[in-house]
């Protein structure tokens, strides 16, 4: 019988795009995993704010109108330090190993990506 390893993990999945959240929000379900979402930079923080510690992870799409990705990780850099994030882009330039680690990032996934890369990268962070 395999132990009880408590409630399932928070996911927030911050994206513009409506169909990249349903379906990264379907994915990450399928891996027995909660997902919340946001569609702005406001929402995510907000939903941190409210999320009492539940989040375990953020994934970021670095390319959001208005307040853009790395700003929103440096906002949740001073709101709650501990939350690994993800980054998530569509750019060719994703940044590389020794940039992640100075902004804070956990690492970064270019798009598009599989669901095997996506479970992959997340397992990773969340020790699965």
Request: aromatic share 0%.
């Amino acid at each position: 019988m395999p132990a009880d390893k408590g409630p399932p993990r928070c996911v927030l999945i911050v994206d513009d795009e409506p169909l990249v959240r349903d379906m990264l929000a379907r994915a990450l379900l399928g891996m027995g995993l909660q997902a919340l979402t946001a569609g702005s930079a406001g929402e995510a923080l907000e939903a941190v704010r409210l999320s009492a510690g539940r989040v375990a992870l953020v994934l970021l799409d670095l390319n959001m109108p208005g307040l853009g990705g790395l700003a929103v990780l440096d906002a949740l850099r001073g709101l709650d330090p501990p939350v690994p994030v993800l980054l998530v882009s569509g750019a060719a330039d994703l940044l590389g190993a020794d940039e992640l680690a100075r902004l804070g990032a956990a690492g970064a996934l270019a798009k598009p990506f599989d669901l095997a890369r996506l479970r992959e990268a997340v397992a990773a962070l969340l020790g699965r």
